[in-house]
Structures are given as C-alpha cells and as structure tokens.
C-alpha cells in the first residue's frame, strides 16, 4: 500500500504553473540537483531612500502587481538595512540610494538607508519596471538569488537569510509540508496502514449492515495504537424508531467527528466515570462490537483535545469534518477513497473540490494529509454525493 501527500492550495498552483521540475512536491520525486534548481528563483533588489520607502511600495504595488502576485513570497522581508543583508549583497549593491517618489526625489535624499526586495524577474522585465516606475533608476537594480519556499523552522530561517535575503519563520510552510516531514511520518506509519485501514472499514461495515449509518469509518491513533474506532451512525435515530429509515439524518454523526466525540467522552469520564452516560447527538458512545471493543483501550491522561493524535479514513472528509480535524489539533490523518463531490481535504482542482482545508494559510493550524493510493475503500459502496 502506497502513500500520496495531498497537496495544499499553494502546492497545487505552484505546480499549475510549472514552478517545479518534475512531480510533486508532496510525492518527493526530485533529483537532489533539481530541486535547488527549482527552489531557487531570482529577484530584483534596489536600494531607497529610508523616508521613500513607504511611498516606493505603494507605488510599485500599484504600478506592477505581478510583483507581489505572482508568486508567494511572503517569507521574505520587502524592506531590510543595509547591516542586515549577507556580505554578497551589499557588495553588489550600487550604493546610491533612489527616490520613491517625485516629492522625495526633489528633496535630493542620497544616501542609503534601506534596501527593497521589488519583485520575481519572472513578474516583469527590467526596461517594463524602469518605464513604469521612473524613480527605480536600471543602474541601481540589481538581481539575486532568494529561496522560493518559506523556511520549516527558525534555523533554516537563520541559514537563508545568511545565504540569501532576510528571511521570515512564520511556522508554516504556505507550499504544504516539507518532504522530509512526509517522508520521516511516512515511514513511521506505512508499516502499520493495512491494519488502520481494515480496522476502519471493519467498522464501516458493521453500521452498514446495522443500517446505522453510511458504509464509511474511521480510527484514531496514539502513538500508531489505535485508540478508538467509529462507524457511521447518521441515520442511528431513525434505525432505532419506527419510523421510515434514513430520513432524518444527523450530520453530527459522521464518522470523524463520532472518532472525536470518543476521544472527548475518554478524556471527561476518564477522572470521573458517570453512572449511566448519556448518549449525545454525536453519538459518543459504541454502537457496534468493534466500537466497544476499543472504548475500553485508555489513552494518556490530561491531553489537550486530539493534539499527538492522528486519524485514518475509510473516504475524504467532508469540508464540515476536515474542518473538525483541523479544530480537535489532530497532526496526521489518511483517508482510501478521494470525494470528489464532496471532499474538503484535496486541494487539486481536477476531479476535487479544492478546498485543501488541512493546509491553509489563514488558519491556525495545519496537518499532514494523505490519500491511500489507488483510492481503494475496501470494496465499501458509497454514493459520490455522500458526505463523510
């Protein structure tokens, strides 16, 4: 059983645009000396005047948005001072700085006091920025190498801007993982993955035949032991009543966000066993012989929600449920089959919907994902409008 790191939003429109040289990032297809090539891009460096700053960047943002569009790189500084550039770079600088604008430039300010990172030279050519932004003079521009990918810690942070240009550690990649993370978590964890996913689609099965719930399940993991099991229970309500089943379905019960509601109801009882517990509209407690079976297994004490734990699917999550994942701080989730019609995990636009929701940059948190390849459920049958 094979692995495939799910792309993020960036990941998948960086390679849209053909940024890197072959494969994908999240697959980690790369000949070392490809992948320097490739990560490496060159940008349009000038130095300013300090009190023109201000008005030099808007005035380029305005004059030439490519700049700023067209590719991320918001891990390095736009403005930094001459004594916090590597050696290379002050010596390539022509010394004299440029006015920002027709104002400063009347004021005849000539010394240098900052630099400014303008933009990819991919964006626009040198004569293009010349003509569009006079104050920029050619003969101040000149061109360096900068990282293209932001930095996954603060040592390599510190490394690139010694080597490059100031550079940022926001702790996260906006590319999506590095390859060392993926490939370091998936060989801890493909050993492993036949028995999660059996174990997940034992349990899709069993609230299949008990007409609980969609033919799709889910186990959570700590420390690669699997610490709870849940199955699909959204038409739980109607099965247990006379009434017709599988019309009133409860959306809460899926089975990722059952798999959370366990690990919640472990960690509250876990002190204070109730008597009698009652069943939530999550369904946070075992319906099937599986799911007991593993309620009973312990799991450390005083966790914070599902931080260290991780989570694997029968089918990609939903946009609700990926969302859940993201707010529980699970790290690492694996789904078998890719929602096309429904999914909120891949990124890709192409038989998906794209919302990569495990790895944005607007939100707080990211975790790793991947999709089992081969996209197998283990012969679960589930509707393409189904969500999970």
């Known amino acids: 059983m094979q692995l495939k ?13 053909n940024i890197w040289s072959e494969g994908s990032f999240g697959e980690i297809s790369f000949p070392k000396s490809q992948l320097q090539n490739s990560l490496d891009i060159d940008v349009y460096v000038v130095p300013i005047a300090l009190t023109a700053a201000s008005q030099t960047l808007a005035d380029l943002r305005a004059a030439a948005p490519a700049c700023f569009d067209s590719l ?3 891990h390095l500084r736009r403005l930094v001072r001459p004594e916090h550039l590597p050696a290379h770079v002050r010596r ?72 490059y240009w100031p550079t940022v550690f926001k702790n996260h990649n906006p590319f999506g993982p590095h ?3 993926l490939a ?9 993955l036949d028995h999660w996913l059996a174990t997940a689609q034992r349990a899709a099965r069993e609230s299949a035949e008990r007409g609980i719930g969609e033919a799709c399940g889910a186990v959570v993991l700590e420390r690669n032991a699997i610490a709870a099991v849940a199955g699909d229970a959204r038409w739980a309500a109607s099965a247990s009543t006379a009434a017709s089943p599988k ?28 008597a009698t517990p009652p069943q939530s509209a999550f ?28 989570m694997v699917l029968t089918h990609e999550p939903c946009v609700m449920c990926a969302m859940a994942l993201l707010h529980a701080r699970f790290g690492r989730v694996v789904f078998g089959r890719r ?7 891949v990124a890709a636009t192409s038989n998906a919907l794209g919302h990569g929701i495990f790895w944005r940059e607007e939100l707080s948190w990211r975790l790793l994902a991947w999709e089992v390849e081969g996209g197998e459920a283990g012969g679960l049958e589930v509707g393409q409008d189904v969500h999970v």
Request: charged share 15%.
């Open 92 to 163: 390539a600088g022509p010394g004299e700085a440029v006015s920002g604008s027709s104002e400063a430039a009347a004021a005849g300010s000539s010394s240098t006091d900052i630099y400014l990172l303008v933009g990819p030279v991919s964006s626009i050519s040198l004569p293009a920025l010349s003509q569009l932004l006079p104050c920029l003079r050619s003969a101040s521009i000149t061109t360096i190498k900068v990282p293209l990918l932001a930095p996954t810690s603060a040592a390599a942070a510190q490394l690139a801007s010694q080597a």
């Open 179 to 181: 390859p060392s993370l």
């Open 5 to 17: 790191g799910v792309e993020s939003r960036q990941e998948a429109a960086a390679i849209g645009r």
């Open 72 to 74: 991320d790189l918001q």
């Open 247 to 274: 019309t009133t379905p409860n959306a809460l019960a899926h089975p990722a966000l059952r798999a959370i509601a366990l690990i919640a109801h472990k960690r509250l009882s876990a002190p204070h066993p109730p």
């Open 283 to 310: 369904q946070d407690l075992p319906l099937t012989p599986l799911e007991a079976e593993y309620h009973s297994v312990p799991i450390a004490p005083g966790g914070y929600l599902c931080v260290g734990l991780d």
């Open 184 to 192: 370091r978590a998936e060989t801890d964890m493909l050993p492993h």
């Open 339 to 345: 929602m096309p019609r429904t999914g909120g995990a």
